[in-house]
């Protein structure tokens, strides 16, 4: 069995070595995975428009498939790809299921420190008095108004750290609608938005809330 100590051992490995080690028997070190990837499927399933407690559900469902499937995971793509799209399918068959409201507001977190996302042309313009709980309320509410093609593009390239041809590959269209996408996105956001913001903080994901995903994720992956 390992331990706290010998896990820090196995963090720096690539994810084509960690899943070898894994399928070896070593299935502690699938925690190494949860918490690399918690972040971008939490930012993934509120991005398709699910909340918290949703997205959590999600989350372990799909980390307990990914574990039964390792198995099946080829290196035609990356990992990060390969788990986005099976986190994707579960959203899209839970929204289909229970006939999700899309609509509901997301509870979302920004700073004002916008300068990397959205260039401002008048970087005076960026004076303007606003907090960042307001300014949250503000892009929570426009995002879910994005249609949802251009809300998950934006959230996968922006807030989950894919590329433009990974994301193409998970949403399943070209590199160049992918493009299309993140600047009508963008502009659709900018209208509402008169300052730039970290993408970082939008969907954040507590590291209390990490703790309780792994957890919960491995204990049932150690009763299988």
Request: hydrophobic share 35%; proline share 1%.
């Amino acid at each position: 069995m390992t331990d706290n100590r010998a896990l820090k051992n196995y963090q720096q490995l690539s994810d084509p070595d960690l899943l070898e080690e894994i399928l070896l028997g070593n299935k502690e070190l699938f925690e190494i995975l949860i918490r690399r990837y918690n972040a971008s499927l939490y930012k993934t399933a509120r991005g398709y428009g699910y909340d918290h407690q949703d997205a959590e559900d999600l989350m372990q469902e799909t980390y307990i498939s990914v574990y039964k499937n390792l198995s099946r995971f080829r290196n035609d793509s990356s990992f990060k790809t390969w788990i986005i799209k099976i986190m994707l399918s579960f959203c899209y068959h839970k929204s289909k299921k229970n006939k999700y409201r899309k609509e509901r507001s997301a509870e979302l977190h920004a700073t004002h420190n916008y300068a990397n996302m959205f260039p401002s042309k008048n970087q005076n313009a960026t004076a303007m008095s606003v907090t960042n709980k307001e300014l949250g309320q503000v892009i929570g509410e426009t995002l879910n108004k994005l249609p949802e093609n251009y809300r998950l593009t934006f959230t996968l390239r922006e807030l989950s750290g894919l590329n433009v041809h990974e994301t193409a590959e998970v949403m399943n269209t070209t590199e160049a609608n992918v493009k299309v996408r993140m600047n009508r996105a963008r502009l659709m956001l900018r209208k509402e938005i008169e300052k730039i913001y970290s993408a970082e903080e939008i969907y954040e994901f507590n590291l209390v809330y990490c703790d309780r995903i792994v957890s919960i994720v491995m204990d049932k992956i150690n009763s299988l």
